[in-house]
């Protein structure tokens, strides 16, 4: 079954940090550039981060750029994303996806950053 | 940082043709997707590169270009197409990707 399925997400406090996963499965996930999207509660979605099939180029949203980390295991099939020093404005659902023809996403899993 | 900017709402009466354009100034060069979203629920992609529809995907639903406008066409509108929708694509060197404002459309 083709599918992605995220996990990691809760309540954390402001400054904190979270790292969520997303594991792959039904398809060769080494294959395709693999991206992270949220959606603030209320709000539309946002492009957050991608990273290639080769683990190693890696881009980012401005909003989120030296504080959070996007990352990749080609050998466990799974999505990482680290996030680091929190902000109450980085609450929302988190989806990785793969976007293009193939679009592919997950349940999402809600981050909520709150004291 | 680049945008994509969409109309936040359309309201069509069902039967009807629903349009919802989304403008930036690199989609002349990038493709546009879009996307259906329904509440609680992941998006749904309904068209990619432009113009072409994923299998699945009715055939009510079109989409078409003309430079910085991209424009997605849902003709026949039914009940079930209620939902937010958002254009997606990248900057002009493909290395950042952006959604659009995201539109609403309502079936009255």
């Known amino acids: 079954q083709v599918q992605l399925v995220e996990s990691g997400g809760g309540v954390v406090q402001p400054g904190r940090s979270l790292r969520l996963s997303c594991a792959a499965s039904?398809?060769?996930?080494?294959?395709?550039?693999m991206h992270w999207v949220r959606q603030a509660p209320g709000k539309g979605l946002e492009w957050v981060a991608v990273?290639?099939?080769?683990?190693?180029?890696?881009y980012y949203a401005d909003s989120v750029k030296g504080r959070f980390t996007i990352s990749r295991d080609n050998s466990k099939n799974t999505l990482y994303l680290q996030m680091n020093s929190l902000r109450a404005e980085d609450t929302a659902v988190y989806y990785c996806?793969?976007?293009?023809?193939?679009?592919?996403w997950g349940q999402g899993t809600l981050v909520t950053v709150s004291s | 940082s680049y945008e994509l900017t969409q109309p936040p709402s359309v309201s069509v009466s069902p039967g009807q043709t629903a349009r919802i354009t989304c403008s930036g100034d690199?989609?002349?060069?990038?493709?546009a997707y879009w996307y259906q979203q329904k509440p609680g629920q992941a998006p749904v992609l309904v068209i990619y590169?432009?113009?072409e529809r994923p299998s699945g995907i009715p055939e009510r639903f079109s989409g078409s270009s003309s430079g910085t406008t991209v424009t997605l066409t849902i003709s026949g509108v039914q009940a079930e197409d209620e939902a937010d929708y958002y254009c997606?694509?990248?900057?002009?060197?493909?290395?950042?990707?952006?959604f659009g404002t995201g539109t609403k459309v309502t079936v009255l």
């Open positions: 996806a793969r976007l293009g023809e193939l679009s592919l």
């Open positions: 039904g398809f060769t996930f080494s294959t395709y550039g």
């Open positions: 990273i290639w099939y080769d683990e190693i180029n890696k």
């Open positions: 690199a989609l002349p060069k990038q493709y």
């Open positions: 590169k432009d113009s």
């Open positions: 997606q694509s990248a900057d002009s060197s493909g290395t950042f990707y952006v």
